[in-house]
T-cell receptor
Framework: KAGVTQTPRYLIKTRGQQVTLSCSPI?????VSWYQQTPGQGLQFLFE???????NKGNFPGRFSGRQFSNSRSEMNVSTLELGDSALYLC???????????????FGNGTRLTVT | DAKTTQPNSMESNEEEPVHLPCNHS???????IHWYRQLPSQGPEYVIH???SNVNNRMASLAIAEDRKSSTLILHRATLRDAAVYYC??????????FGAGTILRVKS
C-alpha cells in the first residue's frame, strides 16, 4: 500500500507570494490533517479535513487555508508569505471517523518551505 | 488539551532495552496514549497506542500505569535505527494531536 505522498518536497518562495502544497493520502483514508513543524514551535496542528469538510482547525491566521477533494486528496495554501512561514509542512492521513476514531495517523515526509 | 511531560533526551546502548517514560497527570477518561517517533528528515511514524491495558506490537510495548497518569514505551532491543525523537501524545476524538518537544533517543554502538 502506498504511503502518504506530499509534493513538492522542497520549495523556495519570496515574501508576499503564495504557495500551494499537495497531499495524497493512503488509499481508503478519508481524513487528512496538516501540521507545521519549526525548530522553535515544534509540531503544530493546522487543520483537518474529512470527506471534503474541515473538521478541526488550529490556531493559525487566515492566510493558512486548505481544502479536500472528492478523492480525498488535499491541498493547503498559504497566502502573503512571511519569513516565519518557513517550515516543514506535514500531511497525515488516517481512517479516523470511519468506524475507528482512534486509528493512528500516517504522515508523509513533508514539504520543506523556505521563504526568503 | 491535556499535556504530557517527557525527558529531553535519553541514551541507550545498542541491543539493550530502552524505557522511555511519559507523565500525563491530567489525562481524561477518553484520552488514548499514543507514541510516535520521528527520524531525521522524515515525518513522524506511528509506534503504538493504548487506553488502559498494556499493549504490544512488532515495534514496541506500551506499559500504562494503573491510574493512567504515566506510561512507558519499551523498545526491547535498541538498534541504531531506533535513534529518533519520540513523542508521547494524548488523543481523544479527532485528529488534533498536540505534540510536545519529545525525547531525543541516542543509541550508542
Amino acid at each position: 500500500k502506498a504511503g502518504v505522498t506530499q509534493t513538492p518536497r522542497y520549495l523556495i518562495k519570496t515574501r508576499g507570494q503564495q504557495v500551494t502544497l499537495s497531499c495524497s493520502p493512503i488509499s481508503g483514508h478519508r481524513s487528512v490533517s496538516w501540521y507545521q513543524q519549526t525548530p522553535g514551535q515544534g509540531l503544530q496542528f493546522l487543520f483537518e479535513y474529512f470527506s471534503e469538510t474541515q473538521r478541526n482547525k488550529g490556531n493559525f491566521p487566515g492566510r493558512f487555508s486548505g481544502r479536500q477533494f472528492s478523492n480525498s486528496r488535499s491541498e493547503m495554501n498559504v497566502s502573503t508569505l512571511e519569513l516565519g512561514d518557513s517550515a516543514l509542512y506535514l500531511c497525515a492521513s488516517s481512517s479516523r471517523g470511519q468506524g475507528s476514531y482512534n486509528s493512528p495517523l500516517h504522515f508523509g515526509n513533508g514539504t520543506r518551505l523556505t521563504v526568503t | 488539551d491535556a499535556k504530557t511531560t517527557q525527558p529531553n533526551s535519553m541514551e541507550s546502548n545498542e541491543e539493550e532495552p530502552v524505557h522511555l517514560p511519559c507523565n500525563h497527570s491530567t489525562i481524561s477518561g477518553t484520552d488514548y496514549i499514543h507514541w510516535y517517533r520521528q527520524l531525521p528528515s522524515q515525518g513522524p511514524e506511528y509506534v503504538i497506542h493504548g487506553l488502559t491495558s498494556n499493549v504490544n506490537n512488532r515495534m514496541a510495548s506500551l506499559a500504562i500505569a494503573e491510574d493512567r497518569k504515566s506510561s512507558t514505551l519499551i523498545l526491547h532491543r535498541a538498534t541504531l535505527r531506533d535513534a529518533a525523537v519520540y513523542y508521547c501524545i494524548l488523543s481523544a476524538y479527532g485528529n488534533k494531536l498536540v505534540f510536545g518537544a519529545g525525547t531525543i533517543l541516542r543509541v550508542k554502538s
